[in-house]
């Protein structure tokens, strides 16, 4: 039986199949060109980078660090180029065989291996890490012969920072090392301008000037834009921004002053500063014993950081800026002048010292076995009389002293221009209350007020802040802010600009208490203390020597140095100033458990005032005796310090002194 089709509606159902299907075929391109309008269109540019980035690579091109040069133009940091054999540990299989099979082909030292042990512990794997530095070109060839062999090794050339005069200045100077975790955290909360700076430095200053003029010392980081394989290596240059070299510091240091007086002090511990008291400019920054900083710049060994950290002599204290002492009979120049200011005594007042001063039923000696008799303030300076000042500090008070010395500096920040400053002890009752947890030792005693006036008890002071006030006093009461860095010189300019420094300060003393101050100074060099060294002097000077307790020795003790260690034995001071009628420096010098002032820290002064004021340099002789605390004077012809070679020669060290 034939079956019997609806044709037109088969037709209706094949059209709307057909309609369908269209419409899904037509809603499908639609889909694929809406979304090639958003790939082409909406996110042509962002699109375009990504393609561009995954084609190219954009590296940081790290700058030149500037260089660090003294006063007249010595280089005292520079910079090097040198092959190293750095090491990614993250992309190295076995380290351990890696770093035996590389010493086949380059001299591998047991210092080497320790140093990168110890930059391991500190950076991340995925950092390059030196396992030796300066490779020899020789060195370079056969390594490269077989890096096939060594994945995650690279020999790079890198510009390595040096310190040309090594242990000179080390504490001013500073020295720079590899970026620690601690420090890129910190620079993850600079402002992002910075943080782009450091894209890709490995280095940053981390002591001295090369800390605290790290932003002028580092330059701008470059940019470097290159097309890049599929294995990710540069095929060729797209775009290059150049890096800027950091700019010059200059600082005020005179170095061959600095070495001067570090050879003076040959391997004895101690400090000096010396400033220009005309506009605060730091001329020597001395503190012994010294380091080197070169061996910080690749990353120091476990051993010879161990040599430096644990070591009794304390190389890496700067005992200029953080080290305190009691400034002992320095401190009398500024009693002096408090007695003075506040109306306490005048010059003329005259005390008698029997040798000992009673408080009480306590005795508070003098120096000697007797004493110096009728005392006015002029005699008081000159032969150091300890009775003079005990009496003066009883009446004054701790309080009164504390108000008087603190506008100079004394127990406060100078204010210089290197990082790490301590502030030292100016005691008042105030501090003790502050400082002492029971109530016992809060309350001020008056017998403990005594030895604040001959610069003993808790009085503790840096060498910077004795020079600052030195200086502040030696000018007439007018306080300059120290500093050691004198200029900036634009690296592409060669333009300087002077560092200006805070305000100065006018004390607003009297000019006829100054004088009288600084005049019986000179008197400590013409019939005093230190009488011996400064004869034969071609300028007036004034001074002061000082002999300050390293440990506490009671009343009823005499001191006997033959009877200590030597760690507690007392200190040796002295401060002093020159010309006397234009003072152009101004100097504080201790030298650690040496003894007496004028026997070991005035000899040092009087050669730095023979260089800087009649350009003379001692010969070896003299420099040698001066290290063994024998020289009251000049011994034979002192040498031309202008027609000093620098870097110097044998002849201009103590150590070829016969």
Known sequence: MTEIRNVEADLAQFRTRVLVAGLAVVFAFGLVAARMVYLQVTRHDDLLAQAESNRTAVLPVVPNRGQIVDRHGRVLATNFSAYTLEITPSQVDDLDA???ALSGLVEIQPRDKRRFRKLLEESRRFDSLPIRTRLSDEEVARFTVQRYRFPGVEVRARLLRQYPNGEIASHVIGYIGRINQREKESIEDWPEEEQANYRGTEHIGKLGAEQSYERELHGITGFERVETSAGGRAVRSLANIPATPGNTLVLSIDIQLQKLVEDM???RRGAL??????????????????FDPNLFVEGIDTDNWKLLNESLEKPLLNRALRGTYPPGSTYKPFMALAALETGKRSAETVINDPGYWMFGNHRFRSHGDGGLGAVDMYRSIVKSSNVYYYSLANEMGVDAMHDFMQPLGFGQITGLDLRGEVR???????????????????????????????????????????????????????????????????????????LSPQETVNLGYKPENVRTVLHAMQGVTTEG????????????????????????????DRYDARKLEEHQ??????????????????????????GFGAAHAAPIARRVFDYLLLDQY??????????????????????KASAMPWPPTPLASPATAP
């Open 98 to 100: 890696t770093i035996e």
């Open 265 to 267: 002090f040959g391997e």
């Open 273 to 290: 500063v010396a400033i220009d008291p005309r506009n605060g400019e730091v001329l020597a920054f001395v503190s012994k014993p010294t």
């Open 424 to 498: 030292g002890v100016l005691p008042s009752q105030a501090w003790k209350r502050n400082n002492y947890k029971r109530p016992e030792q809060q309350r001020w005693y008056a017998g403990e007020t005594i030895s604040l006036g001959i610069g003993q008890g808790y009085n503790n002071f840096t060498m910077l802040q004795l020079a600052h006030a030195m200086a502040t006093l030696a000018n007439g009461g007018t306080k300059h802010t120290p500093h050691v860095a004198l200029a900036i010189e634009n690296v592409l300019t060669r333009e300087r600009s002077l």
């Open 529 to 556: 203390t230190s009488t011996r060294v400064f004869a034969g002097a071609g300028y007036a000077s004034g001074g002061k020597t000082g002999t300050a307790q390293a440990v506490t020795i009671g009343q009823k």
């Open 569 to 594: 034995r007392d200190h040796a001071l002295y401060i002093a100033f020159a010309p006397v009628d234009n003072p152009r420096v101004a100097i504080a010098a201790v030298v650690e458990n040496a």
């Open 618 to 639: 001692p010969n070896p002789q003299d420099l040698a005796a001066v290290q063994r605390g024998e020289a009251s004077a000049p011994i034979g012809t002192p040498l």
